[in-house]
């Protein structure tokens, strides 16, 4: 099985990028399963229902997403209605949405997704490694292959959580930073791992958002509000192959995808 998973989608330039790259790289890449992480696709910050739908009816099966995913509240009641978007599990218990879920790729097989966040230089929240180790025991009920958006800030905690689910998930994939890192590889348990994924949006900006704005915050100190760059958009992620018997990887590659 191959799987694609999108860094993290940024404001209108990244909705552009899924428009209109993502149908030919599933094509090029013979695509089974997408997923995308879709926190910050409305306005650079947060999630609207209607750009949801938008993206997943472009090609991707799961929206994973982090700590801005409440910034939009229309979309609090829509996370308890819409099963392919996913929030971290590790928010604390009776929290609107879901932080897993097995979900059918094209071909039929089952695929779980598990999103967690990160507590270091970040909010904090339930353990990650305990959560994610109990999340990961329910869906080893119903599938082998298993994939972790571990949106987190710090990249030692990102590399502790691939060792952490070494052998017991398909993959643990980096989200949060947007700058996409070259430490993709296939851990000796057989999970595919990488600090981060990188990001779907503008290049030309400080993480996504206007080079002059971002700027302005780091010298006055007075927080400009967010503006998402245009310029410079290109699609990043990773493809991963899965053995679809034992969920163990096989392969895992970069991919930077330029629109033209």
Not at 23 to 45: L, P, S, W, Y
Not at 162 to 188: M, R
Request: proline letters at 4%; one cysteine or more.
């Amino acid at each position: 099985m191959r799987i694609l998973f999108i860094g993290d989608i940024v404001g209108k330039a990244g909705r552009q990028a899924i428009q209109e790259i993502l149908g030919k790289v599933i094509a090029a890449q013979k695509i089974d399963f997408t997923i995308a992480n879709g926190e910050n696709v409305a306005g650079g910050m947060g999630i609207t229902p209607i750009i949801a739908v938008d993206i997943l009816d472009h090609g991707v099966d799961v929206l994973t997403s982090g700590n801005h995913i409440w910034a939009k509240k229309e979309i609090i009641p829509f996370l308890d209605e819409e099963i392919r978007i996913l929030r971290p599990a590790n928010y604390p218990p009776h929290v609107p949405g879901r932080g897993r879920g097995v979900f059918y790729s094209g071909n039929g097989e089952k695929v779980g997704v598990l999103n967690l966040e990160g507590r270091v230089f970040m909010k904090h929240l339930d353990c990650p490694f305990r959560v994610g180790e109990k999340e990961v025991e329910l869906l080893n009920r119903e599938t082998p292959i298993i994939l972790v958006d571990f949106h987190a800030e710090a990249t030692s905690e990102k590399m502790a959580m691939g060792w952490f689910l070494n052998g017991k998930v398909s993959a643990v994939l980096g989200t949060h930073t947007h700058v996409q890192t070259s430490d993709e590889k296939i851990l000796d348990g057989g999970t595919a791992y990488i600090t981060d994924v990188g990001m779907t949006g503008p290049l030309a900006s400080v993480i996504g958002i206007r080079k002059q704005i971002a700027l302005n915050r780091l010298l006055t100190q007075i927080p400009w509000k967010f503006d998402v760059a245009t310029e410079e958009i290109e699609l990043q992620g990773v493809v991963i192959e899965v053995d679809s018997k034992t969920g163990k990887s096989k392969d895992i590659q970069r991919i930077k995808v330029p629109m033209r």
